[in-house]
């Protein structure tokens, strides 16, 4: 099984929004609701920031909002702050009690 | 709030089996289910596989033969063992609560680096 596919990199200035995508196939994305992103800073673990394609566990700011249309999922930052430069990675139950994980996008605050 | 710990030697030789245990705080194992996840240096992360807190077990088929997975509830804690390592095994391994039946990975541990060199 493949990782889910994440644009390598992405950016926007402080106050602007930005997308990143994580594309997959029916077999995992596609085929069920259980689309997770999460967050990680240099040297840190990573942090759940959205589980079941759009919801916000409590303290995540709702600056970050998510969905899913057909196999791609997407992740929204909007109000970019400083404090939101970080990896950020999409994963997915992918059947058989797999799961999968997108490669990451680093995301950039200009 | 729940709180892990991974522990276990830093270096393995290749060839031989990576062992590294999770100490689990501010809740009891039972009831949930427990993983591990691999990220090696500058990559993404790799689920390694879960156990629930009963002992079964899920595996990522890629390294299902050469990963077990183990929970002492009388401790509350969890363990990996790797065999075969190589090279390529060596990485920042993350013990983590889920992902459960929805897929979630709520809480992370630290993350321990495992080197594979002679």
């Known amino acids: 099984q493949s990782a889910l596919t994440q644009p390598p990199s992405a950016s926007g200035s402080p106050g602007q929004s930005v997308t990143i995508s994580c594309t997959g196939s029916t077999s995992d994305v596609g085929g069920y609701n259980y689309v997770s992103w999460y967050q990680q800073h240099p040297g840190k673990a990573p942090k759940l920031m959205i589980y079941e394609v759009s919801k916000r566990p409590s303290g995540v700011p709702d600056r970050f909002s998510a969905s899913k249309s057909g196999n791609t999922a997407s992740l929204t930052v909007s109000g970019l702050q400083a404090e939101d430069e970080a990896d950020y990675y999409c994963?997915?139950?992918?059947?058989?009690?797999?799961?999968?994980f997108g490669g990451g996008t680093k995301l950039t605050v200009l | 709030q729940v709180q892990l710990q991974e522990s276990g030697p830093g270096l393995a030789k290749p060839s031989e089996t990576l062992s590294l245990t999770c100490t689990v705080s501010?809740?009891?194992?039972?009831?949930?289910?427990w993983g591990w996840i691999r990220q090696p240096a500058g990559k993404g992360l790799e689920w390694i596989g879960r156990i629930y807190s009963s002992g079964n077990t899920n595996y990522n088929p890629s390294l299902k033969s050469r990963v077990t997975m183990s929970v002492d509830t009388s401790k509350n804690q969890f363990s990996l063992s790797l065999s075969s390592v190589t090279a390529a095994d060596t990485a920042m391994y993350y013990c983590?609560?889920?992902?459960?039946?929805?897929?979630?990975?709520?809480?992370w541990g630290q993350g321990t680096l495992v080197t594979v060199s002679s």
């Open positions: 501010g809740d009891s194992v039972s009831g949930y289910y």
């Open positions: 994963s997915s139950y992918a059947g058989s009690y797999n799961v999968l």
């Open positions: 983590a609560r889920g992902p459960g039946i929805r897929a979630i990975i709520d809480f």
